[in-house]
């Protein structure tokens, strides 16, 4: 049971490039999600997917976009890099039940991911 | 908005006990989480309390949450030089009936030091 997958784990691209961070988990869960981490600050929301074919923005989307074709599988796309993405991206799921449930978000050891 | 909010750092001799300390501001906050992130590695999901409860302990962890003041606390007796890390302290509020929405909000993580 390998859990939440993230490839690649480290990546440097020029300013402008495009790139797909890829996160995949066989934990048949509903729920996905995009964080990025910086430095002296706690992990900020990107995009999420409640199940397959629906995606949703965060609190900093801007720059990225997500797709959800199957239940195991969300991308997070870099369209055009920039210096300002400089950062770890880690990738989270979960079970998707009732507001009053517990379901712990698992994640993914991380992509640090550094734009020149 | 949200707020999380953790000290940056904490210095303990091994065998002491730790205590993370954290605030929010969310009153509408169903479950708080306590992550663990080590050196190059993703966040470790350590304990959870309800909302409704006051006390959890697990092992050598111990949750305390002070609802009134949205206070909470991480201790961890006996600490071990294992348990140097970063520790985020993560409320989660309740998703919206229309999104399903499920994030977290992070605090900035303590830095735990323990030394031999």
């Known amino acids: 049971n390998a859990g939440v997958t993230q490839t690649p784990k480290f990546q440097v691209l020029k300013t402008g490039q495009s790139m797909t961070l890829q996160c995949a988990q066989d934990?048949?869960?509903?729920?996905m999600s995009w964080y990025r981490q910086d430095p002296g600050m706690g992990l900020r929301l990107i995009h999420y997917?409640?199940?397959?074919?629906?995606?949703d923005q965060g609190e900093v989307p801007n720059g990225y976009n997500v797709s959800r074709s199957t239940t195991e599988d969300f991308p997070l796309r870099l369209l055009s890099a920039a210096p300002s993405q400089t950062s770890v991206y880690f990738c989270a799921s979960s079970y998707s039940s009732g507001p009053d449930s517990n379901q712990p978000q698992h994640f993914g050891d991380g992509t640090r991911l550094s734009i020149l | 908005g949200e707020d999380v909010e953790q000290s940056l750092f904490l210095s303990v001799r091994e065998g002491d006990s730790s205590v993370i300390n954290c605030t929010y501001t969310?009153?509408?906050?169903?479950?708080l989480y306590w992550y663990k992130q080590e050196p190059g590695a993703g966040l470790q999901l350590l304990t959870y309390?309800?909302?409704?409860?006051d006390m959890k302990q697990d092992q050598r962890l111990t949750v305390l949450l002070n609802k009134k003041d949205k206070h909470l606390s991480l201790r961890i007796a006996d600490t071990q030089t294992g348990d140097s890390a970063i520790y985020f302290c993560?409320?989660?509020?309740?998703?919206?009936?229309?999104?399903?929405?499920?994030?977290?909000?992070f605090g900035s993580g303590t830095r735990l030091q323990v030394q031999p």
């Open positions: 309390i309800f909302s409704n409860m």
């Open positions: 934990m048949n869960h509903e729920y």
């Open positions: 969310d009153s509408s906050s169903t479950y």
């Open positions: 993560a409320d989660s509020e309740p998703p919206p009936l229309d999104t399903g929405r499920r994030a977290l909000t």
């Open positions: 997917s409640v199940g397959a074919g629906i995606t």
